[in-house]
Every structure is written in C-alpha cells, then in structure tokens.
C-alpha cells in the first residue's frame, strides 16, 4: 500500500508528539520514532521505554555514532493497529524517520510491517513477544523476548521437578495462545499432562470463577500468562483467595511478577515462581549502570524487562548507525545488527542472524524479600535460549 502523505496530514496534526531535546533538527540528526502507549491503562510502558532510551543515549554522552539524536514519541493509547500505522506512516514520511522503535501489543507491531518493508526502515521491537512477527518484515529486529523463548525452559523445568498435571490459564489474545502452545507442547513431550486449557478474556476483572476451574481440575499447578498490570493482581489475588496457593497448587509463570507492580502484591507473591529473561536484582556489573542510568534519568522508572528492552534497543540503534555511518541504508543496518552480540544489563546476548530476535540466558525466579523488598530472585540460569516459536 504506497504512503499516502495527504491521507497523514490530518493524523499527523492530531498525533501527540513529544520530542526530546537531545538535540535541535540539524542535517546530521538521526531521527529515532518511538511507538507505544504513553496515556491509557498501559501509559507506563511508555514512560518506561521513554526513560530506557533517553538513559541509554545520555550513558553515550547524549550522542549515537558521534550523531545527534532525536527522539520522537507517537502514543498508540493501548492496543489500536489501525492508529498505530497512523502514527507509524507519519514518522516515516512527514518526519522521515531514520529508525523505528517501542511497540508493546503484537497487533500494533504487525500493522506495521507493510509499512517498515516498503520503506526499508528498520523498526526495533521493544516489547511485543510473539514469535511470529520478525517472520513478517526483514526490518525487524527484537530486543525483549517471546512466550515459547521463556516458556519451554520452564515447561521443562516443571517436569522435572516431577509435576504430571497442570492447568494452563492465559489471557485470550496473540501471546496468550504462544503461551499455552508454548507451555502444552514441551510439558507433553516431557511426558506431562494439561488437565485443563483455560483462557480468559483480555477485559477480565473477576479472576474469581478462573481461581475456582484451576483448583476444581486436579493439577499440582497452573501456567500462567497475563498482560502486565491490573490483570495480574488480579489473578495473584484470586489465586491466593480461592486457597489456591493453600492447597499446593504452585504458581508458574513470566511476567507476572513484573518489577513495575510487584511492590502491590504485598506478602501474597512470596514464593511466585516465574522463568524470565530479566530481573531487576540480576548481580552483574552491567545491570547496576543501568539501574543507575535509569534512576538519572528518571527516579521514578523502574528496571524491568520495559525499560531493558528500550535500553538494548537503542544499543541495536546504536550499533546500526555506527554500522552506516549515520546514513539512510536499512539493508546495510540490519546486516549489522545480525552480527551483534553484546554483554546486556540482563546477560550475554546476541542476535539471530536468521530471525533477528534476541538470543539470551532464562532465569528460574522466586519472589522473595531483600532489605524489605519483593525482588525476583534469580534462583538458576537455564543457558541460552531462542525462541523456540519461529517456523523451522
């Protein structure tokens, strides 16, 4: 479909734009578009990509490559593909873009692969985690993580420690169906069984009757996977409500316990086991600069896989421009960022060739109290891991 630039004057002058003051427009400046919900129910993953990579390019001394940077936000306000390629279609022809980047919600990343592919612009996914949308656009590259890239580690880890039976309970959306997949397939191969597929609706307030299926069906546990925010106090609270947790029923999940809501949970995520590619208490060099980046930022961000996932993304940007010399190439910038590979706030990572999505190390958490705090513990490290999804 051609870019139609009078059908974007209107968006364009209704679209909420913020740009950051790195730098004033000059010749040389590298325009980064940055796509997420800044207002909305999901505002903070927003502000949370916003504060990763505005700290990313001031620990680089406020430039990229020697380039001048400017940021420029478009809010999405939650899950909308068709505001989304809006907003995604002005970056690229009124602002002229020289890099994408952000995306939480996989609809809104699919609707921009048309787009992305004509105009050989390379969009960096901050977040979005199903596997199948690198298969859409050469011009992605993914710097979060997939459901099968951190479910199948804990699937198998689940078997091991001698569960046969579990319930899988996800929210019925995109992700939530790689997640049962993901979950189903390896504990089955494991010689395990799902005694119950459950999947709930994304507007779900009342996890209440869910809490009540899972203990009615027999498991020893239950899989999770939630989008982030409300829904999971939501279910954590009807977990323990419903004497789930009371009755030996274990808790397995991702990103439930995310570091931007797990202070809410209170005593009731004590104990919550997930597997997951990043915790804000990783004891590596690299993630205390960045959690000192991040607080200089911004004091109110929080360190968790939002603000990482913008933090390696600009360091992919980063890498592309150095690779092009500042210029407008993006098949010469994603053959450069097919080859990287670079030591992350969250581990040695690196860079599918073939998929663009990140390759990086799974940890096994446990929610536990340090110094007053709930912290995702990181109790064993699975190895590197890809993302079991993709197509062979």
């Known amino acids: 479909m051609p870019l139609n630039r009078r059908a974007l004057c209107g968006a364009a002058l209704a679209a909420a734009a913020f740009i950051h003051p790195f730098a004033q427009a000059q ?8 796509v997420g919900p800044f207002s909305g129910p999901f505002a903070h993953y927003g ?9 990313y390019v001031a620990s680089q001394g406020g430039k990229l490559a020697g380039k001048t940077v400017e940021l420029i936000y478009r809010d999405t306000g939650g899950p909308n ?12 022809v009124k602002h002229k873009v020289d890099y994408l980047g ?20 390379p969009a960096v996914i901050f977040n979005a985690a199903t596997s199948s949308i ?31 039976k579990i319930v899988t309970a996800v929210t019925d959306y995109g992700p939530g169906v790689d997640a049962e997949a993901a979950f189903k397939s390896e504990f089955e191969k494991q010689g395990g069984t799902i005694v119950e597929t459950i999947r709930m609706p994304i507007a779900t307030t009342d996890f209440g009757p869910f809490a009540q299926r899972i203990r009615a069906s027999g498991a020893q546990a239950v899989y999770t996977f939630l989008p982030g925010g409300p829904p999971n106090l939501g279910f ?25 809501d797990l202070q809410k949970f209170g005593d009731s995520a004590l104990g ?6 990043y915790s804000g208490a990783h004891d590596s060099p690299q993630n205390k600069a960045f959690v000192a980046a991040l607080k200089k930022q911004d004091a109110s961000a929080v360190a968790n896989y939002a603000s990482v996932g913008a933090w390696d993304g ?37 860079i599918d060739p073939k998929s663009r999505h990140i390759t990086q190390n799974v940890y096994l958490r446990k929610v536990e109290k340090q110094g007053g705090l709930l912290v995702n513990a990181e109790m064993q490290s699975f190895g590197p891991q890809v993302d079991f999804g993709l197509s062979p």
């Open 236 to 260: 954590v609270r009807a977990y323990n409500e419903n004497g789930l947790a009371k009755a030996g029923i274990q808790f397995l999940g991702t990103a439930e316990t995310d570091e931007f």
């Open 81 to 92: 593909p068709a505001q989304t390629r809006v907003l995604a279609q002005e970056l690229i």
């Open 47 to 55: 502000s949370l990509f916003k504060a990763g990579a505005e700290a």
């Open 102 to 121: 952000g995306f939480v919600f996989t609809p809104n990343a699919l609707a921009v692969a048309p787009l992305i592919e004509q105009s050989k612009t």
């Open 134 to 164: 690198t298969e859409k656009s050469e011009y992605f590259v993914r710097t979060s993580y997939t459901l099968w890239q951190v479910t199948v580690p804990l699937a198998q880890w689940a078997a091991k420690q001698g569960l046969k």
């Open 314 to 350: 600009m360091h992919v940007i980063h890498k592309m421009i150095e690779a092009t010399a500042g210029r407008k190439d993006g098949a010469k910038a994603l053959a450069a960022a097919r080859q990287l590979q670079w030591e992350s706030p969250r581990g040695p990572v690196r």
């Open 272 to 277: 919550l086991t997930t597997a997951f590619h």
């Open 27 to 34: 010749d040389a400046t590298i325009k980064v578009g940055i």
